[in-house]
Structures are given as C-alpha cells and as structure tokens.
C-alpha cells in the first residue's frame, strides 16, 4: 500500500480524535468523513489507492473490523432484558427483517435484470443488516425515548449476526456448488452448526476463565481485555480451519462470552456483572471501532469511487428504494398493533442504515464470481454511500426534532407506548457509541 496513503489515514484519525467531541453534535458523522477522506485518495482524487493492487488488503480489513463488531455486539446483549422490555427489538428482527430480506429481494427483479433469482435473494439479504454506528446520534440522544433507542441498538447488534446463516445458504445457492463451492446442505452442516458449536465452546469457555481468574484476583486489568480480543481470534480461525463461517462463530462466542459473565453468584452486586462484561471488552469494542471507520475510509477509495465512475440509474433507484420503501415498510408492518405513533414508526423506519456488514457480505459474494456479481457490488457499494451521507447527516437533527416531539407530546397523554420503561442499563450502546461519532 503506498505510505502516502496510510501516512493519510493516520493523520486523519489523529485528526478525527482531536475533535470527536465536538464532530458528535453535528451532521459531519465519523463513517462520513473517512468516506470522503477515501474518495479524496482514491481514483477520483489523488489516486494513491487502487482496486487492483489494494482490493485484497481491503477485505482483510473490512473482515477484521466485522469480526470484532460482531463480537462486542453479541457481548453487549442482555437476554433478560430483551425478554422483559424487548417487544420492539423482537419485532423488529423476527417480523421486519424477514420482510426487509424478501421485499428487497421483490423490487430487485424488474429494475436489475442483469441478476438471476438467486443472486436478487442475495441482494436482498446483503442489504439488509442495519448498522447504528452510521446514525449514531439517533441512538444516543437521550432525549429519544429508552424504547426506541433500545430497540434500535439491539437490532443493530443481532441482525447482522441473524442475516449470516440467511447470506451463507443464498450464496451457496447462488453459487450452486459449483466451482468447488460447497452446496446448501453442506453449507448448512459446516457454516451454521459447526460453526456455530465451535463459537459455544470458545465463548463459554473464555468466559469461565476469565471469571475463575478474576475470583482469585490473578489478572491484571489489562490482560482482562487481552483475553477478550483473543476470543474472536480463536473462534474465526478454527471455524475457518474446519471450512465453516468464521462470522457466525465469532458472532456466537460474543453471546456466549456475554452471557457467561453474566451469569453472576447470588451475593454479588447487581451491577457488577454487567460492569465486568463492559470492562471486559472495551478494547475489543475500540479496536473494532478503528478498524471500522479504516474500513470506511478504503471503501470510499477502493470500492465506492470506481462505482461512482459507472453509475447508472437503476444502480441509484434501487439504492434509494433500499433505504426507504424496503426498509420502511417492513417495519411499519412488523409494529402494527404495537401503539407506537406514526413519528415513531416512522423514525425507526428511516434509521436503518446499510454499512460494515453489508460491505463484507458483498466482497464474499465478490470472491464467488457469480454472473451478476458486478451488478451487485455495484449496488450494495452505491447503497452504503448513500446511506452514509443521508443517514449519518440526518441523525442529531433529527433525533432532536424527534425528541422534542416526544417530550411534548408525553406530557399531554402519559400513558404512551414510548414511555414503556426500558432500565437504562438495558440500552444497548451502539457500536462506538460511548464517545465516539
């Protein structure tokens, strides 16, 4: 990689960091500015990075920084509090998107014709995972009701994880086992269950250790957050080495990681597993968030920018509608019944923002050489483009203009379903949410 480039990238995390703080509260978001950071260095700027001497180092980054998200957001899920306050989630991932996967699937048929069935299903699920870290402040502001951003930062950490085995049978179908590619059932066996069990154990047992040291007081804060980072490592690795998904392990072992320290004696302080849960993986989360915004950062160079070079318009009417009638009715339908407010419905509608798992998904069916597969990179490129720039600057306006609507409209009928009580500890954070853009 030529060092003019990664000199660049560090100059612009230095620069990012400086002022982070101040970047928060406004619509200059962190995924937007490592964007148009790439796009400056890319082929459209100043060409210092290119697909075909760069590609390779991309993915590598765009897997790790999937693999540790994966990992911290399956840590941060409370089971007990998804099962107590967690109707608007579980709708949200049983009901919405399911319908998120078909009905992107549906309107891909008549406006990408270059694609066979398989490959629109495929299409379907790629842009389906939401990703909260893009329209962070629609999540953090305190002045949206705990439901909301409750329910939208668990969606965000579960439904990447949730769309893997949905992604893995659609290429495997897509692919028909040609080409030395593994068939469904195969794909089924080794990607799903097997990783899936390679995952448990490492999680589970990662977790035993971790609290069988902390009891006798032999690790040492910073070892504590070492052993998390190994985790992921270990899991992706062996299920990779047993022709499984190295995503699905990764994403079972954060649960079971997370779980398993929570599993607190019964005279321990309530609080504290959860605080042993947050220290634990806090590297692990900052290290992720790095990597992702790099990710962003390349994606802007290596993959959006030629895009950009050959756009089309059926490229750009499916990427609007993908962001708006595939997302947006999905989860109208899935919160029927619920109570929610027209204003509610409608800003968990709009903020369901495409980013770091769907870019992944789409460089692994890149690797497959199915037919289509130009047609679809382009798509899912030009998709999170633009849900980075109307997403990202759409968050603190709106999350205020929402919150404001919130606070006057609770004082006149106090028995919303927004008000529904949500414990604060239960807010999942979403990723790089604490401090970062």
């Known amino acids: 990689m030529n060092p003019w480039a990664m000199s660049a990238a560090g100059v612009l995390v230095v620069a990012y960091a400086a002022l982070s703080r101040r970047l928060a509260t406004t619509v200059v978001s962190g995924p937007l500015v490592f964007v148009a950071a790439g796009l400056a260095l890319g082929p459209l700027g100043l060409d ?7 590609l390779e180092r991309v993915r590598a980054l765009l897997e790790g920084a999937l693999a540790l998200v994966l990992f911290t957001d399956a840590a941060a ?3 007990r509090e998804l099962r107590r306050e967690g109707f608007l989630p579980l709708r949200l991932l049983t009901v919405g998107l399911p319908l998120t996967m078909a009905l992107g699937w549906l309107l891909a048929w008549p406006l990408l014709p270059g694609l066979g069935g398989w490959e629109l ?16 402040q629609a999540v953090a502001d305190r002045r949206v009701p705990a439901l909301v951003r409750h329910g939208l930062g668990v969606e965000s950490g579960l439904n990447d994880g949730l769309a893997l085995p949905f992604f893995l049978l659609a290429l495997a179908a897509a692919g028909g086992g040609h080409g030395g590619q593994p068939g469904v059932g195969e794909t089924f066996l080794r990607a799903l269950l097997l990783s899936g069990a390679i995952g448990a154990v490492v999680g589970g047992l990662g977790a035993r250790v971790l609290r069988w040291s902390l009891a006798r007081g032999w690790i040492t804060p910073g070892w504590r957050q070492l052993l998390a980072v190994a985790l992921p490592a270990i899991a992706y690795a062996l299920a990779v080495e047993a022709q ?49 915004l790099l990710s962003f950062l390349f994606f802007g160079a290596v993959i959006l920018g030629p895009t950009l070079e050959h756009l089309t318009w059926r490229t750009l009417l499916y990427a609007v509608l993908s962001l708006t009638v595939v997302r947006m009715a999905p989860v109208a339908l899935a919160l029927t019944g ?11 509608g709009w903020f369901g923002p495409r980013g770091l798992a769907s870019l992944v998904f789409g460089l692994l069916a890149l690797e497959d050489h199915l037919p289509g597969v130009g047609v679809l990179s382009a798509v899912v490129a030009l998709t999170v483009g633009l849900s ?12 205020s203009r929402y919150g404001d609507w919130y606070a006057r409209t609770v004082r006149s009928s106090p028995g919303l379903t927004e008000s529904s009580h949500v414990p604060e500890a239960a807010v999942a954070t979403p990723r790089g949410g604490r401090d970062s853009a």
């Open 48 to 54: 210092l990075v290119s697909q075909d001497t760069d």
């Open 77 to 79: 899920i409370r089971g």
């Open 121 to 136: 299903a495929l299409l379907g699920v790629i842009l389906a995972p939401t990703d909260a870290a893009l329209g962070q």
């Open 244 to 292: 499984g998904s190295g995503f699905i392990a990764v994403w079972v072992a954060g649960l079971a990681f997370g779980n398993g320290l929570r599993a607190r004696a019964g005279d321990e302080p309530s609080g504290s597993a959860e605080e042993r849960t947050g220290q634990s993986v806090e590297l692990t989360e900052r290290l992720g968030l790095l990597l992702a």
């Open 338 to 348: 619920t109570g929610l407010r027209p204003a509610t419905v409608g800003y968990l």
């Open 388 to 399: 980075v720039c109307l997403h990202g600057a759409s968050a603190a306006w709106l999350g």
